[in-house]
């Protein structure tokens, strides 16, 4: 009876001694899946921060981007303000210089006006008032100043400058350019050429008008431009007629006018 529970006990002790090694295993087992597990999370992790890395480093550099592009936005928009304000100049001074034009206009006009109300007495083939390039052209042929190959003005030819030297008087605002012309026939008296005498011509309309009619002499300017200047052929007696001729060149002043031109855009 001894025996038989000796043995009993000692099965059960084999059984408890391999349930013990089963749970052991068992439990070897989890602790290996466990670790497994957490290697497994380890490297998630890693991964995750290796992510998180790319991430920042990514959102550093767009935020590099976004303060360039800001910064290239407030330069473009500091640009399109200056481009604005200078338009702005720009169609202000525009305005301004067509005022001025405007006014020069009527200026000329006025001015040619007084001219052909002045000189209303004499014929068309002795003078002529007419606007071109901006300016009063009084065009007094040599018929009416001089004699042939003379710079001598004749008399009718200084009441026609007595009147042109009126209106000048009562117009102090006019500038007077006086060009002696003649035609291609070369001349063969006491002047050297047609360039001598084209300027006599003029010097001595200069002279007239400045000491006998006292217009101011720094609102003056005398030339001479020989045969060059033709209005008409000089094949025919006609046109050289024409030719033959003194233009008193008027225009109002201009300094407003020239002074906006030169002024640089702001």
Avoid: C
Wanted: charged share 25%; hydrophobic share 35%.
């Amino acid at each position: 009876m001894a025996l038989s529970s000796a043995r009993y006990d000692s099965t059960q002790l084999a059984n408890k001694v391999k349930d013990l090694q089963s749970s052991l295993t068992q439990a070897n087992q989890l602790s290996g899946d466990r670790q497994q597990r957490i290697d497994s999370l380890l490297h998630q992790m890693e991964d995750a921060h290796a992510q998180i890395a790319s991430l920042n480093k990514q959102m550093d550099e767009l935020k590099g981007k976004n303060r360039d592009l800001s910064a290239e936005s407030d330069k473009r928009m500091s640009l399109l303000s200056k481009s604005k304000q200078d338009l702005v100049n720009q169609q202000a001074k525009l305005a301004h210089l067509q005022e001025l034009m405007d006014a020069q206009k009527k200026a000329i006009e006025a001015i040619r006006k007084k001219m052909t109300d002045a000189l209303v007495g004499f014929k068309s083939d002795e003078l002529s008032v007419a606007i071109k390039n901006g300016k009063v052209y009084v065009s007094l042929q040599e018929n009416l100043l001089f004699p042939s190959g003379s710079a001598v003005v004749n008399p009718k030819g200084k009441v026609a400058l007595g009147k042109l030297a009126e209106v000048l008087n009562q117009n102090p605002d006019i500038t007077v350019d006086i060009e002696g012309h003649t035609d291609s026939i070369p001349i063969r008296a006491k002047y050297q050429d047609n360039w001598d005498l084209s300027l006599a011509r003029s010097a001595s309309i200069v002279r007239i008008l400045t000491i006998d009619y006292k217009v101011d002499p720094k609102r003056v300017i005398a030339s001479g431009h020989s045969q060059y200047d033709p209005v008409q052929t000089n094949g025919t007696p006609e046109g050289r007629a024409q030719n033959r001729r003194t233009d008193i060149i008027l225009s109002p002043k201009l300094d407003e006018l020239y002074r906006l031109l030169q002024t640089p855009d702001m």
